[in-house]
Nanobody
Framework: QVQVEESGGGLVQPGESLRLSCESSSLGFSFYTMGWFRQAPEKQREMVASITPLGNITYADSVKGRFTISIDNAKNTVYLQMNGLTAGDTATYYC?????????WGRGTQVTVSS
């Protein structure tokens, strides 16, 4: 069974940082387009950042300059460094691996930004 697992979420105050991690024991991430998505209560899931196997990176406008996606192929781990967090970033964050029409989602990790 293919598994993608996120970690690193938590409760932080506005302006603080978090780093999310995404790992898999069954997928080689270097062959996949890796994406971070988030879904806030009563809102649609949205793409936050993605990185292709060739290293092309895309960010949502709302996180540009604050979030950074990266991949460590040796550790088969994708990261999302989130700086300058605001209440608007509160959501469940999901990792997705996609390749040739196949998508593999993690179960998500909760990020709450509150004072």
């Amino acid at each position: 069974q293919v598994q993608v697992e996120e970690s690193g979420g938590g409760l932080v105050q506005p302006g603080e940082s978090l780093r999310l991690s995404c790992e898999s024991s069954s997928l080689g991430f270097s062959f996949y387009t890796m994406g971070w998505f988030r879904q806030a209560p009563e809102k649609q899931r949205e793409m936050v950042a993605s990185i292709t196997p060739l290293g092309n990176i895309t960010y949502a406008d709302s996180v540009k300059g604050r979030f950074t996606i990266s991949i460590d192929n040796a550790k088969n781990t994708v990261y999302l460094q989130m700086n300058g967090l605001t209440a608007g970033d509160t959501a469940t964050y999901y990792c997705r691996a996609s390749r040739r029409g196949f998508w593999y989602w993690g179960r998500g990790t909760q990020v709450t930004v509150s004072s």
